[in-house]
């Protein structure tokens, strides 16, 4: 049965992605895994530079004065990692979700942290605007996609200050001016790769500006002096992000996919919209294209429905606990014929009902 992925991250990859990255399990340099060779050796430091590379020419930073490092820990580590290396007075957080809350969390270890707005009255449905951003502080951070709530910054803030983001699902989704922010992370398992790596992409000019020691493992200018190999790389996780990328620059990059990532998005919101079966969860003005989240206008069809999308061969639809209902998460693999998948199944329960 043709399967459709879905799901939030873990998620989706390209055919032939995996197909590339399973050969190199069992023969990746002259009859040697890839999970065996050193990470020392030539192929794979020519993976390592390559993967950099890619990342920086696809989101046209190349030239500009930025680095590109594929550290371990998660975007999760980056919440206190961007703290320690940028955090000297005080810095200013947009709070539009669940990991914006847990990166204010990790930074107000280091000091205050200054709330410039929060959608948290409404949980999470909509992106705060109009807010001003304080010109004395170290840095902003916001959180381009709202992986949870399914809520997506359409524009960012002429930010006076370097500007931080958490791109982990929607990174190499859309065209953006990239060189409007001074450090972007993102875990690779949303729309890059497997679990393991998480890419940074950080202007090299605003490191070096606190005053506190910072251990070695934290600190991007030890990883940017090593070319990313401070310490081992998550090895398999980066080759594959190399595949992903790889595969997106021969699609015609950011440009390209950006197009079926809005008619995917086009063609599931038409639907929540005109089925009364279901109701939106964000705010219309603020949806993402990576994930719709919505629920079931009358909860007795929840079996009716579940069972479709299950013989449908649909993976992945069920919504996060603090949202409740259902998400469907259309990174760049997902095609456009799997979200027509879902679609049909909820104009059928229309039907049916
Ligand atoms: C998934 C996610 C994270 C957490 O990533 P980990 O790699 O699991 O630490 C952080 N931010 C956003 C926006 C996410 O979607």
Redo the contacts with the bound molecule.
Sequence with gaps: MKRHNFSA?PCILPKEVIQKASEAVIDFDNGLSLLEISHRSKPFVDVMEKARALALELLGLEGKGYKALFLQG????QFLMVALNMLEKRAGYLNTGT?SDKAIKEAKIYDDIYEVASSKDANYNYIPKGYDIPTDYDYFHC?S???IFGTQMKAFPDSPIPMVC?M??DIFSRQLDFSKFDLIYA?A??NMGP?GA?LVVVKEDILGKVSRKIPSMMDYKVHISKSSMFNTPPVFSVYVSMLTLQWLKDLGGIAEIEKENDKKAQLIYSEIDLNPLFKGFATKADRSNMNATFTLANEDLKETFETMVEEAGINGLNGHRSVGGYRASMYNALSLESVGVLVDVMSELERKA
């Design positions: 991250g998660g975007a999760s580590t990991w959180t996609n709202n992986t958490d982990s699902s875990g398992q949303k679990a998480t």
